[in-house]
Nanobody
Framework: QVQLAESGGGLVSPGGSLRLSCAVS????????IGWFRQAPGQERAGVSR????????SYADAVRGRFTISRDNAKNTVYLQMSNLKPEDTAVYYC????????????????????WGQGTQVAVSS
């Protein structure tokens, strides 16, 4: 059974950092693509970043490129999202999602590509 569990959210001041974790079970990271998404109140779920653990390729939304870094630890079956220089507009519930590894490279930052979702973790950026 495919399961994803996010952790690491919290309250942070502007300019601060957080690292989110997405622990997966029921499948091998090498066979899947993992994405991070966020949803602020009243807004649609938006893609933040994604990684294909098999080859390490990554993609980022323009709003976070240069501030966020996605990575994986295959031995721990975990994907991370390191968030730095956080801004109030980064406040949202963050979700990780999974889908079987695509045949072709691409941004894959749209939610419709993904089949499995975690429950989300809240990130609040405020002074």
């Amino acid at each position: 059974q495919v399961q994803l569990a996010e952790s690491g959210g919290g309250l942070v001041s502007p300019g601060g950092s957080l690292r989110l974790s997405c622990a997966v079970s029921g499948f091998s990271l090498d066979d899947y693509m993992i994405g991070w998404f966020r949803q602020a109140p009243g807004q649609e779920r938006a893609g933040v970043s994604r990684i294909i653990p098999h080859d390490g390729s990554t993609s980022y939304a323009d709003a976070v490129r240069g501030r966020f870094t996605i990575s994986r630890d295959n031995a721990k079956n975990t994907v991370y999202l390191q968030m730095s220089n956080l801004k109030p507009e980064d406040t949202a519930v963050y979700y990780c999602a999974a889908v079987t590894r695509p045949r072709h490279n691409g941004p894959y930052l749209s939610a419709h590509w993904y089949d499995y979702w975690g429950q989300g973790t809240q990130v609040a950026v405020s002074s």
